[in-house]
């Protein structure tokens, strides 16, 4: 009986460490997590699968890190122009595009830039930056943060020079940058799904949206395996395979709040 008792216990042990090892890390930005998305989708891809997924939710840039540091299996993010760094310097497989919705500029009802109901982005961070009027930055090399300096760029203001007491860097989150926005009346640049699931709004509402240059693509790599052998190839392509498949395209079509469709699914 102890040979077959042990026999048993070593079988268990095997089997629980397999069902352990049946999750992938997913490196992802911070609005995918706080929009709500995943909370929707992820229960569907692992009730289908039986892979977990765990999710770091981060700003595009350190998702990306993290990566190429093989401390994530797949990578979820919005920065066309970083991803395609990353896929030419030999750290993804093959990018697909997922998803997009659009950024848009919220600031206070008093519209201290006189900015509102307008649809030209870069006019209107010329009028903000004239006004001297507060802006919130989230200012953590995130995609909506690399995307932010890429508008204030294209109105000729250089953050790094033209930055002063009424321009606020966070250094965190969506989330938590919109609090602070809120907190202070500022103005701030935030993707429509994060804004669609905030609540503490205060003052905030819409100034600017409807510009083509606020388009905001999502995409999504499996991390190079022949760089990072331990990243778990197989499971992590069952998740990107999933993500652009019709299943996982509905899904993403199917997040609403309040009746509003968030993300938009256009994976080729």
């Known amino acids: 009986m102890g040979m077959i008792l ?3 216990l070593a ?8 069902a352990q090892s049946r999750f992938i890390t997913v490196a992802s930005t911070t609005s995918t997590e706080q929009s709500g998305l995943f909370k929707h989708m992820l229960p569907l891809f ?3 699968t039986g892979i977990q997924v765990r999710v770091v939710a981060l700003g595009t840039g350190q998702a990306l890190d993290m990566g190429k540091r093989g401390d994530a299996d797949v990578v979820f993010v919005h920065a066309k122009q970083l991803e395609e760094k990353f896929l030419a310097e030999g750290f993804g497989v093959q990018r697909f595009e997922v998803m997009y919705n659009d950024f848009v500029l919220v600031g206070p009802r008093s519209d201290p830039a006189k900015v509102g109901g307008t649809k030209d982005i870069v006019a209107a961070l ?3 930056k004239a006004a001297q009027a507060p802006f919130a930055s989230r200012g953590d090399k995130s995609g909506t943060h690399f995307a932010e300096l890429q508008l204030w760029k294209a109105a000729g203001v250089d953050m790094e020079k033209d930055k002063g007491p009424w ?3 966070t250094g965190s989150g969506m989330g938590p940058t919109l609090n602070t926005a809120s907190g202070m009346n500022a103005y701030a640049l935030t993707d429509r799904g994060t804004w669609l699931s905030f609540k503490n709004r205060g003052e905030l509402v819409i100034a600017v949206e409807g510009d083509q240059r606020l388009f905001n693509q999502y995409g999504i790599m499996l991390v190079n395996p022949a760089k990072h052998p331990h990243v778990k190839k197989d499971l992590g392509q069952a998740f990107v395979d999933w993500v652009i498949s019709a299943d996982g395209q509905k899904a993403i079509a199917d997040y609403k709040i309040g009746g509003e469709q ?3 699914p256009n994976a080729k």
């Open 262 to 264: 968030l993300f938009f």
């Open 46 to 48: 692992e009730g289908k």
């Open 167 to 169: 321009y606020r860097d």
């Open 126 to 128: 010329q009028k903000i």
């Open 11 to 18: 079988m268990l042990a095997c089997t629980s460490v397999q």
């Open 6 to 8: 042990r026999v048993l």
